[in-house]
């Protein structure tokens, strides 16, 4: 099941292969490769053989099959925005750009649907939808592609109100790992025929098929939107805020945390004024202004009573969107605030009433180990980040961040949650996944198996490379 690396025969062959079928779309160049091996995340050394460029389905399941026929790996990409290391190309072979692939295929406003290519990215889709009083909400701050965004069940800032792309997919046009082309799910909003097909290939990271076109879900434009900044003297103060809003039932539509390190650093990176101190920023979307007077109302008396007081507040759009760009820029203004060295950010999302316990818990060992990195989350989904600045090259700092990380992840667990909301598996969370799983582990690999006999669709990603026996959940 798990393949080794191709021999440089195959290559040659599947270059030449490839190279008739697409033509110059075919790569062998040094900064492309290069441009392949790694997303926004992990590192890996080695870049792939092969860089493909497909302008269809239909070429991407000729490529496919071309790749299964010589068991060379197959590593679908996209924007490259992917944060544990899932485009990455371990054992060599193809990089499978979806890029061109980037039609939005149809809409329709009546049903509030629409289709894309996988190679379309989400700024692409919401400026085709201007104009129609529709939009796709799902916003993971980078222009991810929707492909990618699929293929890591990716979510972000709205999802307390909208959910992840999970709940905002129809259905999919897949190619398997022997190059056949299915389609699962449709356009009708329930369906109780067969297996679920189109949530397993969702989060399957590449690893089951490669998705080139999505039907997805749209929601209308509210016609009131209203944005508010909270200070607090204290972090604890702000998640106790967000849990008070949970509970009372504010109609949110975004809810984000930044720690005092994160606010520092957006400051510096993006030459904002904001206060230095533990932020959330809120949204509430509702169908008219007088709507959102009572929830308005709740969010400043919650605020106070949790301590805090709202400190600004953006009603007109051009203030909403400065706003959310600047939370958006977190990751980019976390990297400046220590360069020259490797950012690691990871994810944990627990039930919404532990997350108070997981982040002070969290914040106290960090303190303990001297480290301070920012922390940005996603709260009202009980979902946070941790970007740690980490030099590869001080082995005694690569020990302690990795220990930490087994530790939140296991702290996470214990709370009822899980190791990661919303980055994915790839392959710096393989080892979490089976403290999450155990002998459902086994269950993945078989399915992994029936669909991926060879082991060609990005190896070495979501699964451990040694087989799991499912009625221990170790080693078989």
Known sequence: ?????????????????????????????????????????????????????????????????????????????????????????????VSLDLTHLDRVLRTSVADLDVTVEAGCTRRQLVQALEGTGTTFFIDPGADATIGGM???????????RYGTMRENVLGLTVVLADGRIIRTGGRARKSSAGYDLTRLFVGSEGTLGVITEATLRLHPVPDAILAFVARFDAVDDAVQAVVAMQQWGVPLARLELLDPITVRGLNQ????????????FIELHAGSATALVEPEQAVRELVAASGGAVHDTARTETERRRLWDARHQAFYAGA????????????????????????????????????TPPLVGHVGD???????????????????????????????LRLGGTCTGEHGIGRGKRDALRKEHGTALG?????????????????????????????????A
């Open 443 to 475: 269950v993945m690999q078989a399915i992994k198996h029936a669909l991926d006999p060879h082991g060609v669709l990005n190896p070495g990603k979501i699964l451990p490379d040694d087989v799991i026996d499912p009625s221990t959940g170790g080693p």
């Open 150 to 160: 699929l293929a890591t069940g990716a979510s972000g800032t709205t999802t307390v």
């Open 382 to 412: 009980g979902n946070f980040h941790l970007l740690l600045h980490m030099n590869r090259d001080d082995a005694a700092e690569v020990a302690v961040i990795d220990a930490f990380l087994g530790r939140l992840t296991d702290r996470a």
């Open 336 to 371: 400046a605030l220590r360069p020259g060295v490797d950012v690691v950010t990871t994810d944990v999302c627990v039930p919404i009433s532990a997350l108070p316990t997981c982040i002070a818990e969290t914040r106290a060992e960090l303190a303990q180990l001297g480290l």
């Open 269 to 280: 990176f993006c030459s904002l004024d904001l206060p230095i101190a533990p932020l959330l």
């Open 1 to 93: 099941m798990s393949p080794t690396p191709p021999s440089a025969d195959a290559i040659e062959r599947l270059a030449a292969d490839l190279g008739s079928l697409l033509g110059d779309r075919c790569t062998r160049l040094e900064s492309e490769r290069e441009r392949h091996t790694r997303g926004e995340g992990r590192r890996d050394a080695r870049p792939p053989d092969l860089v493909v460029f497909p302008h269809s389905t239909e070429e991407v399941a000729a490529v496919v099959a071309a790749c299964a026929a010589r068991r060379v790996p197959v590593i679908p990409f996209g924007a490259g925005s992917s944060l544990e290391g899932q485009v990455a190309a371990p054992l060599g072979g």
